[in-house]
């Protein structure tokens, strides 16, 4: 499974300011951009990816909606309009949830109660995970990456202080060049060294 994990740090929570920022400094429109290349192909969807976006603007607790591309039903539309309105039902209906609690939506986006910290402590202790840093070591010199976790954030840096907790637990920088590419063109980038490797997954 290649599972994306973004920081969206301005991102709201409640679902119509989340609708409300498109175009505006939170820039959630980024987001369906990394819908879409995270989790869809020519005529179909990556069954063996698993995107979760992390919004952390909210009055509570930051909410994660994560799609897994073997789980995920129909979606209403591709377009940008129509994924940020299915982003913000998924909030909708996690809006009252507590404290790391989770629920599953009707197209099964899985929307949980739960900070970025929190989820990668949880990633980290079964699986690999790599932070996505221009300075990390480049990921053709990594070989096959088995089962990986892609951290990733959208147009705000991480903050210092992640990055040394981060670190803390071996998470190791992984590197696609020297470009400061935007988070879903990072995305596609991956999924293409990843094919190229084992080309075989769909
Ligand atoms: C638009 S960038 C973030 C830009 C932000 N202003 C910063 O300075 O970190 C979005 C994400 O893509 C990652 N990224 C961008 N280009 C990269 C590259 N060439 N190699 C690895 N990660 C990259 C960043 O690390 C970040 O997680």
């Given at each position: 499974?290649?599972?994306?994990?973004?920081r969206?740090?301005?991102a709201?929570?409640?679902?119509?300011?989340?609708?409300?920022?498109?175009?505006?400094g939170?820039?959630?429109?980024?987001?369906?951009?990394?819908?879409?290349?995270?989790?869809?192909?020519?005529?179909?969807?990556?069954?063996?990816?698993?995107?979760t976006?992390?919004m952390?603007?909210?009055?509570?607790?930051?909410?994660?909606?994560?799609m897994?591309?073997n789980?995920?039903?129909?979606?209403?539309?591709?377009?940008?309009?129509?994924?940020?309105?299915?982003?913000?039902a998924?909030?909708?209906?996690?809006?009252?949830?507590?404290?790391?609690?989770?629920?599953?939506?009707?197209?099964?986006?899985?929307?949980?109660?739960?900070?970025?910290?929190?989820?990668?402590?949880?990633?980290?202790?079964?699986?690999?995970?790599?932070?996505?840093?221009?300075?990390?070591?480049?990921?053709?010199?990594?070989?096959?990456?088995?089962?990986?976790?892609?951290?990733?954030?959208?147009?705000?840096p991480?903050?210092?202080?992640?990055?040394?907790?981060?670190?803390?637990?071996?998470?190791?920088k992984?590197?696609?060049?020297?470009?400061?590419?935007?988070?879903?063109?990072?995305?596609?980038?991956?999924?293409?060294?990843?094919?190229?490797?084992?080309?075989?997954?769909?």
């Amino acid at each position: 499974m290649r599972e994306f994990i973004v920081r969206a740090r301005k991102a709201p929570v409640d679902a119509a300011r989340f609708l409300a920022s498109a175009g505006t400094g939170a820039h959630v429109e980024y987001l369906a951009q990394m819908i879409v290349n995270a989790l869809f192909i020519s005529k179909g969807h990556r069954e063996d990816t698993c995107l979760t976006l992390v919004m952390e603007d909210s009055a509570d607790f930051s909410r994660a909606l994560t799609m897994q591309g073997n789980t995920l039903g129909g979606l209403s539309g591709m377009d940008e309009g129509s994924l940020l309105g299915t982003c913000a039902a998924a909030l909708n209906v996690g809006s009252s949830l507590k404290k790391e609690a989770s629920l599953v939506c009707d197209n099964g986006i899985v929307v949980q109660a739960i900070s970025f910290e929190h989820l990668v402590r949880e990633k980290a202790l079964t699986r690999s995970v790599y932070l996505l840093d221009r300075k990390g070591s480049d990921i053709r010199d990594c070989g096959e990456l088995l089962d990986p976790v892609f951290l990733l954030t959208d147009h705000i840096p991480m903050p210092r202080k992640t990055y040394h907790s981060l670190a803390r637990q071996g998470i190791k920088k992984l590197s696609l060049g020297p470009t400061m590419l935007h988070a879903s063109q990072c995305i596609s980038i991956i999924h293409n060294e990843l094919d190229r490797l084992a080309p075989d997954i769909s």
